[in-house]
């Protein structure tokens, strides 16, 4: 049974990636080709390209980043609870409250220090 | 479970089993029925984001006073034919990739967005008896999918070697860090309340009363993030076609950009279809009237489901557009600021909501 789940659903995954891949290179079957220099050259607004892009790019945002990683994980630990709470009850309630208030905590912490802003330490 | 267990393809495939059966042996049989239902399920995906793609154009342009696509397609459904005579005009362009963009990326990226929209459809209860594949984790399968698709956005972005699409593949990654949170915290209450991380038998358990009705700023806030997962208009910040040129596309034409295009309509349909199945009673009809389908024929009821599901599926999607007529788009760290300080506490709140919710009605 579980074997049978598996092979479907990578039965499934593989046309699903298939088909995309097919569908770029159906049009080189027939459609003219004509390459020149200029053509492949990146758009830069009609301008010759000013250097690479593949340069440090400042992203403003990794303390959001950051903190999205153990946030995420925090939220992940719920799915289980989820599923059995209606089972263990009261006790299961408790606790995941405790548990949504360490989450605020953390959160407030997080705000009160800046790290919710776009650009830190830069006037709002 | 799968598709033939609808009463409608359940005596197709019976029949196919006896006829094939002997031919290539049972299992190979069942890999050639898996193989024709995989193919079933992407092809409704893309009759409906050739529907949706039509759609969008014409309400579009019915509210901004002007008519739309009118000419391609049959009478009395005028331009009903302009997404088809789109996609084969693409179909018909060169193919071509930029001389300093990474080819291998350049491939993937795209493939991967396309696929995780398709893979979605595995398991999205689309009328009693079409799904997939039941699982009790589908769920989760879908968040993992449904997370997948900004890699392949900033793929797109960092192969093309250009600087438009940089920011944009960037800009895509923001945008999941501010929404993917809510998002979660949202989809969580709602299993919350059926007892079950299945899709399926989170939209069952809403026979009674739909989940729109007890966690209404849930299902606030999670059309709120759907919009900000599209990549639509109040949040179109990747593609932000008047700083960006075309955001992480800039770089991709012919089949490329057609397929990239599909991808978001392919996301547009199948996370309509995600809210439909968690907020608004999947294919079943509220207050027990689900009964009532029962004393009809067997596989016309299945119909009726498959039918059921897709008018909510089209109103969804008729608001999303209604709001991309409406809105204005948001800065990309206001976009961060509003998923942060607004969505995510407000998204706790909710959780506790559901809490306090489960305990009064049990």
């Known amino acids: 049974m579980a074997v049978e789940v598996f092979v479907k659903m990578a039965l499934y995954m593989a046309i699903a990636l298939v088909i995309p891949v097919i569908a770029f290179f159906i049009p080189k079957l027939f459609t003219p080709s004509r390459y020149s220099y200029l053509k492949a050259e990146t758009y830069e607004c009609g301008e010759i390209p000013y250097g690479t892009a593949r340069v440090q790019f400042s992203i403003q945002y990794y303390t959001f980043a950051l903190m999205f990683v153990i946030f995420d994980i925090e939220a992940l630990m719920m799915f289980p609870w989820a599923v059995v709470v209606k089972e263990i009850g009261i006790l299961a309630v408790i606790e995941m409250l405790v548990f949504i208030g360490v989450f605020v905590i953390g959160l407030i912490y997080a705000w009160t220090k800046g790290a919710l802003r776009w650009v830190m330490n830069y006037p709002e | ?362």
Request: aromatic share 12%.
């Open chain 2, 1 to 362: 479970m799968s598709w033939y267990e609808s009463p409608i393809l359940q005596p197709v495939y019976v029949k196919a089993m006896e006829v094939l059966g002997p031919i290539i042996g049972r299992t190979g049989a069942q890999l050639l029925l898996s193989l024709i239902e995989s193919i079933l399920i992407i092809a409704l995906i893309f009759i409906n984001v050739l529907i949706i793609v039509w759609l969008e154009r014409k309400i579009l342009g019915r509210m901004m006073n002007r008519r739309g696509p009118v000419y391609a397609g049959p009478p009395l459904l005028w331009g009903l034919f302009q997404a088809i005579a789109d996609f084969l005009k693409l179909m018909t362009k060169e193919f071509f990739i930029p001389r300093r963009a990474d080819r291998l990326t350049y491939i993937i990226g795209p493939a991967l967005v396309v696929f995780a929209g398709l893979a979605i459809g595995l398991m999205v209860p689309f009328g009693e008896g079409f799904v997939g594949l039941k699982n009790e984790a589908s769920l989760i399968y879908i968040i993992a999918l449904a997370s997948l698709e900004p890699m392949g956005v900033m793929l797109c972005g960092l192969s093309a070697n250009n600087k438009f699409s940089l920011m944009g593949g960037m800009r895509a990654a923001a945008q999941m860090i501010s929404y993917e949170l809510p998002a979660v915290l949202v989809l969580i209450s709602a299993a919350l309340l059926a007892g079950s991380v299945d899709i399926l038998e989170i939209a069952e358990s809403q026979s009674q009363i739909w989940y729109v009705a007890i966690l209404p700023l849930g299902a606030l806030l999670y059309l709120i993030t759907v919009l900000a997962e599209l990549e639509r208009t109040p949040f179109d910040i990747p593609e932000a076609e008047s700083e960006l040129v075309a955001g992480f596309m800039t770089e991709y034409g012919g089949m490329f950009y057609g397929m990239l295009m599909a991808a978001h309509y392919i996301s547009v349909f199948v996370t309509s279809a995600l809210f439909v199945a968690v907020f608004l009673g999947g294919y079943g009809l509220p207050f027990g009237l689900n009964a009532a389908l029962e004393m009809l024929p067997p596989a016309l009821a299945s119909l009726t489901t498959l039918l059921i599901f897709h008018v909510k599926v089209y109103i969804v999607v008729f608001l999303l557009i209604w709001i991309r007529a409406a809105y204005f788009r948001f800065r990309i760290d206001q976009l961060l600021e509003l998923g942060w300080k607004r969505l995510f506490p407000l998204s706790l709140l909710n959780l506790v909501w559901a809490i306090a919710a489960l305990g009064v009605l049990s």
